[in-house]
């Protein structure tokens, strides 16, 4: 089939960008759309254009390298999939695409369809984490989980960190990330020690970067994992005990 | 790029509500909180105001039973200053915690937005104008104090008589439009807020939440409907 | 160049913790004097680096990817392996170095793989204090399943995204140590040279991928953690990025590089649609514990997997190898799937794929099980395939995807350049000539939390007293213009090729003489047409862009210009190994079954090969594999 595409060309973080239009024909259906751009960027190449960056790297849906705004949706239009993940199948001959990168003030754009989305680091580095020095670990059946307290956390912990959710945000809040770490952690008997203490060191580094939740919703469909705004509420609720608790003391509730 | 050590600012330690308060989570409790007491008034107040139907000596038995609250053991109009007390602070807690989140969440958005139209999957309108129809319903609230409180901006205002300043403002059409718009835009104001609450204060529960949906929807439909009859019913002769 | 592999003394048991006992500490006050670098933030460079941190070393960390908690590591997806004997289904650490010597086709280190079987159930307590959600049982406690090429349930498992579980907290255990400012972590920026100073490593020149400026990095030991190499083959599983380059700078620069030759293509592979493909998908290989493998009996039966009768069908791993069935080792798989191709039994529409039928199990175990189970892997396979693999079976076919290879080390994981050491899929690791499923992300962590952060203490208890040596030494600046060189000389190429036109190429000329089958004219042949490829390349690739911003095909091409030269030696390594071990099958040496037909009179040993300079071949060198504890049999899955 052949397209019209609009993508977003910045040369660096300094430079203004604009939307260029760019035509690729006989594009197989089979093709992943980042195999789309791969063909335009030969095309480019061939042409003499510098050829247009994205990120990518597993192309299964798993790193959270890959996302690019797609006609106004974060990773396109097929739902609880990344954008590594979504085929050309999904689009029709003689569709116009627009392909824009993730927009928010905490990810600014390195290049073309590129940002730098480290504060999520930040934000991991303040407390998603649960403090067990290497080696002083207890035997790994000492503390039996129930099994569903073990799902939920793997459903939140499949958070692969694209920033979807962020850039899906009419607020550019980043809750839905955080709050799949905090619930991830916070759901099995290892994370209760730091529950409160890491809610509260993560929550106030998110809201150095991040736009607050007014719980539009938007966060969970675009979400490649279909991570559940349930956990949010959950991190409201763990928030306010972490402030109302003494911190110091809260481990042990 | 280089990782720089982080700094939290979860060091600082004032009064927990406070040092609640300063952060997002902490003002969207304070608005769930403060919008749970607003939706209380506003039902009391619709359920109140129904007495118009009964006729002049209910309803204005009424206003005084309000003034009298409390009967005997405290002194005439106390306890509804009290109310009333509760309530402005529910307003001021509420609107200050509205502008100041929506302020820094447009600081915090993109340096440029998106060129093309985004296609919203589940934000609705309502939640998307949370801030407008709140202003809306603020300048409503300022004019109709102004016109069934104090009576400035009712000519024929008398003192005590609700019913008959009810039916001067109401019979006037463009005063009766101001309040069909005014409880149109609390109506979505609602239907967004009233479930919006329950994600606020983490009430949530995959059982419980399609629920949340019906009672929001129910409240903001019996808020509008409620309202906007009396200004309808005045037109059309029903009450006057 | 001397291949001491410092095996300690004493029966094979006790040497990890004789040697442990006996190796130079140093003191944790004096620890804040050394600084490591460590290339790479995947399963192995991530946990190196934080427990170096938490010990109390100096870390600086490094990573081309914008994230530590993104590495070729999170795409794992089956399971890790560990001796835990939770099911009390006779398992033990001898056991799992059996299995893993064995399944590696005796071509991998006693002690080194021992050591791994020990150390594999302190990594299982590790992770689960980390948080990491392993699947559990109603009870509470964890659940295994079984994998490829053993015969005990061993391997643990976070539905079908373990790899990312284990990263994620590797990550996050690294990330502490950073934001406690511990260690530094360097973002986007790639390693493109080793420095080194009388013979010992002592620091690393990089690229900013952001700004493009070029960086020297000192320190009191280097460690590469930079994965593998199985994209020398373009269409691999590995992810995009993956490449050789670390490890080949550390390589001509002095460090041995082994057994090359060495890689592993996995049966359970998504086949390839068209030529645009840009990468193949792995089906977990815990498919094939309720999957049942299956092609049509005639040759040339284009009829739909439903329109095939059972007594028509051939499910050919129960036919030939009884024992073990559809659960014999990858490599045997791996084969018995290409000379079905062979025969012309192929299925789907390019015929390039073999059934991978779950109709049964649906059957015996019913739907909601198994979309419990794999439900994750049927979604990603649908998504790709657009087929219901609940309704047709999926098509499978093998690809490369690990690569046994990598930089020869010694017990201390140290390579032949004294303070340069590397671990994970980087080094030429504990899986001889095949990898067990599940063993690698085994052996990332075992490398990472409980062997380098001791070892390595061996080396800098010797430096004490003695500051790194710095930037501004000359051999940094010197690195510093080769590498700028180099750069400057692909921007300035401005051939009409794309990288990626050349890369495919490569790509298509290993694939076909040294993938699955290997023959010696075809080895030769490859060895005449792959520098004839890469004089093309120095001469006609087109690399646009500057380098002063982000230019993915500069970094490209940086890393395809090292997969010529490392295709080459896979190529001379294959031809050079007369016999047929685990992933490497020379057809020259099979036995009438056409199984692998090894030659431990000659072959038992690691070939590892030292640069020679451009245009010179390698020179190889020989370390002799000794046998102690387990004595050498025909590999049979039958
Ligand atoms: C699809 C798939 C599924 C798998 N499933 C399993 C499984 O179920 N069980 C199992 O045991 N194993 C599995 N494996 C194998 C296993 O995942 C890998 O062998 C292992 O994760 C390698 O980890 P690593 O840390 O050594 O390297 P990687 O995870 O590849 O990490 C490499 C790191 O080095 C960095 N790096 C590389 N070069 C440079 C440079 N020049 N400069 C700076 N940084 C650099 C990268 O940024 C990255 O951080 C699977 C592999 C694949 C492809
Ligand atoms: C009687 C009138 C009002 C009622 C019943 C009401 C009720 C509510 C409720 C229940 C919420 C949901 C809170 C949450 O999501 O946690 C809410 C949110 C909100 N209210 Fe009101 N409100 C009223 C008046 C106002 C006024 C006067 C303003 C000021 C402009 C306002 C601005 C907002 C905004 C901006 C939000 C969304 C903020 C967010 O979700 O973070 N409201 N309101
Ligand atoms: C059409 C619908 C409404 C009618 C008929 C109505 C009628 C009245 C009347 C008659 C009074 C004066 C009562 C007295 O003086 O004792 C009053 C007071 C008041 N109304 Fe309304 N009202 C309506 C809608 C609203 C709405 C939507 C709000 C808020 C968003 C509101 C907020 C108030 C407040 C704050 C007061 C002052 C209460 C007090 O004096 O303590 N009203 N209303
Ligand atoms: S929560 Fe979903 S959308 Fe947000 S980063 Fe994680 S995976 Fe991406
Ligand atoms: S879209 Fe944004 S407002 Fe909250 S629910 Fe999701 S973060
Ligand atoms: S490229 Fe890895 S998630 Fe898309």
């Not at chain 1, 035509?23 to 190449?45: A, C, G, Y």
């Not at chain 1, 106030?204 to 969970?220: I, L, P």
């Not at chain 3, 019913?366 to 219901?388: C, P």
Request: glycine share 8%; with cysteine; charged share 20%.
């Amino acid at each position: 089939m052949n397209l019209k595409l609009r993508i977003w060309r910045q040369q660096n973080s300094g430079s203004n960008g604009e939307l260029v239009e760019y035509r690729v024909s006989d594009i197989s259906p089979e093709m992943s759309f980042l195999e789309m751009l791969d063909t335009l960027n030969e095309q480019l190449n061939a042409a003499g254009t510098e050829p247009i960056a994205f990120d990518h790297d597993c192309r299964e849906g798993i790193c959270g390298m890959c996302g690019v705004m797609i006609n106004g949706q974060p990773h396109g239009p097929q739902l609880g999939t990344a954008t590594c993940q979504l085929h050309m199948r999904k689009f029709s001959d003689g569709d116009t695409i627009v392909i824009e990168p993730w927009r928010a003030r905490a990810f600014g754009v390195i290049k073309d369809l590129i940002v730098d989305r480290s504060p999520f680091d930040t934000i991991v580095e303040a407390g998603g984490f649960i403090t067990v020095p290497t080696g002083s670990a207890p035997d790994a059946n000492l503390i039996p989980v129930p099994r569903d307290a073990a799902e939920s956390a793997m459903d939140a912990a499949a958070c692969i960190g694209c920033g979807a959710c962020v850039a899906a945000c009419p607020n550019s809040a980043a809750q839905l990330f955080t709050a799949a770490k905090v619930a991830h952690l916070g759901l099995l008997p290892q994370g209760q020690p730091e529950r409160y203490s890491r809610v509260e060191a993560m929550v106030d580094t998110m809201e150095e970067f991040f736009g607050s939740c007014t719980n539009h919703g938007e966060c969970e469909k675009a979400c490649p994992k279909s991570i559940s705004i349930d956990f949010i509420a959950q991190l409201n609720r763990d928030y306010l005990k972490a402030k109302m608790l003494n911190s110091k003391l809260a481990g042990q509730r | 790029m280089t990782a720089t050590k982080n700094t939290t600012s979860s060091s600082r330690r004032s009064f927990w509500l406070l040092d609640l308060y300063r952060s997002q989570i902490g003002r969207k409790w304070a608005m769930a909180i403060s919008g749970v007491i607003l939706l209380g008034f506003i039902i009391f107040h619709l359920v109140g105001n129904l007495k118009v139907y009964l006729g002049p000596e209910d309803i204005n038995e009424y206003g005084e039973a309000l003034r009298d609250l409390g009967g005997h053991l405290a002194p005439r109009t106390h306890l509804l200053w009290i109310m009333r007390f509760g309530l402005i602070a529910a307003f001021a807690i509420h609107i200050h915690a509205a502008f100041s989140l929506a302020f820094e969440n447009r600081r915090k958005g993109g340096d440029v937005s998106y060129q093309t139209q985004r296609e919203y999957l589940v934000a609705s309108y309502a939640s998307r104008t949370m801030i407008w129809s709140g202003i809306i319903v603020l300048l409503f609230i300022a004019y109709h104090l102004a016109d069934l409180t104090w009576g400035w901006a009712n000519p024929d205002f008398v003192r005590g008589d609700i019913y008959h300043n009810m039916v001067e403002s109401f019979s006037r059409a463009p005063v009766a439009a101001i309040y069909i718009v005014a409880n149109v835009a609390l109506g979505l104001h609602i239907y967004h807020g009233a479930w919006s609450l329950f994600q606020s204060i983490g009430i949530n529960n995959p059982r419980f939440n399609q629920w949340r949906k019906w009672f929001a929807q129910a409240f903001a439909v019996t808020i509008v409907l409620g309202n906007v009859l009396f200004p309808i019913m005045v037109l059309a002769g029903v009450i006057e | 160049m001397n291949l001491d592999a410092k095996v300690p003394p004493g029966p094979l048991a006790d040497k990890w913790d004789g040697h442990r006992a006996a190796i130079n500490l140093v003191a944790p006050t004096n620890k804040r004097k050394f600084s490591v670098i460590v290339v790479g933030t995947g399963l192995a460079g991530a946990s190196a680096a934080a427990t170096l941190a938490e010990l109390g070393y100096h870390v600086k960390a490094y990573t081309y990817h914008d994230s530590a908690r993104r590495a070729h590591s999170i795409a794992a997806q089956g399971g890790i392996n560990a001796a835990k004997n939770y099911r009390g289904d006779g398992d033990s650490t001898y056991r799992l170095f059996y299995d893993t010597v064995k399944g590696g086709d005796y071509r991998s280190r006693e002690a080194n793989v021992y050591r791994l079987a020990q150390v594999s159930t302190e990594i299982i307590d590790q992770c689960v204090a980390q948080g990491v959600p392993f699947a559990r049982e109603y009870g509470g406690l964890l659940d295994n399943r079984s994998f490829g090429g053993v015969q005990v349930s061993r391997t643990f498992y976070a539905r079908g995204q373990t790899g990312q579980q284990l990263l994620l907290g590797a990550y996050q255990a690294l990330s502490r140590q950073v934001g406690l400012g511990n260690v530094e972590l360097h973002t986007r920026s790639e390693m493109l040279d080793v420095v080194q100073v009388d013979g010992r490593a002592v620091g690393i020149v990089t690229r900013d991928l952001v700004t493009g400026e070029i960086e020297s990095h000192s320190a009191h030991a280097v460690v590469l953690a930079t994965g593998g190499y199985a994209n020398v083959y373009f269409l691999s599983t590995m992810a995009r990025k993956s490449n050789v380059t670390a490890i080949w700078r550390a390589h001509r620069k002095g460090a041995a590089f082994a057994n090359p030759s060495f890689t592993q293509i996995h049966p359970t592979c998504i086949p390839a649609s068209d030529d645009f493909q840009s990468k193949l998908t792995l089906m977990s290989e815990s498919l094939r514990n309720d999957g049942r493998i299956w092609v049509p009996q005639e040759p040339g039966d284009r009829r739909a997997a439903g329109d095939i009768p059972e007594s028509e069908r051939d499910y050919y791993l129960e036919r030939i190898y009884p024992a073990f069935g559809n659960l014999v080792p990858r490599d045997v798989a791996s084969r018995a799937a290409e000379r079905m191709m062979e025969e012309n039994r192929g299925v789907g529409p390019l015929q390039n794929g073999v059934f991978l039928d779950f109709a049964d199990s649906i059957k015996r175990l019913g739907e909601d099980t198994i979309r419990q189970r794999y439900g994750n892997l049927f979604e990603m396979y649908e998504r790709i395939t657009d087929e219901n693999p609940y309704e047709v079976p999926m098509r499978i076919y093998p690809a490369p995807h690990y690569t046994m290879g990598g930089l020869w080390v010694d017990y201390n994981l140290m390579t032949t350049t004294p303070g340069l050491y590397a671990i994970g899929e980087a080094n030429f690791s504990d899986h001889g000539a095949n990898r067990l499923g599940a063993s690698a992300l085994m052996q990332g962590l075992a490398d990472g939390y409980f062997v380098l952060p001791y070892t390595i203490g061996d080396y800098l208890a010797g430096w004490l007293g003695s500051d790194a040596v710095t930037t501004d030494h000359p051999a940094f600046a010197q690195a510093e213009t080769d590498v700028k060189e180099r750069t400057n000389e692909l921007l300035s190429i401005g051939g009409t090729r794309s990288v990626d036109w050349f890369h495919r190429e490569l790509g298509k000329i290993m694939i076909e003489q040294c993938g699955m089958a290997r023959s010696r004219q075809g080895l030769e042949k490859a060895l005449s047409e792959i520098p004839a490829l890469h004089e093309e390349f120095r001469t006609d690739v087109r690399v646009l862009g500057d380098d002063e911003s982000l230019n993915f095909s500069l970094e490209k091409a940086g890393r395809v210009a090292d997969y010529f030269e490392l295709a080459e030696l896979m190529c001379r390594d294959a031809l050079d190994r007369e016999e047929s071990s685990g992933g490497h099958f020379r057809v020259e040496h099979q036995t009438p079954e056409g199984e692998a037909l090894r030659n431990d009179e000659d072959w038992a040993m690691v070939s590892a090969w030292e640069w020679q300079g451009r245009g010179t071949p390698q020179k190889r060198h020989t370390e002799k594999l000794v046998f102690e504890n387990i004595e050498l049999k025909q590999r049979s899955y039958k």
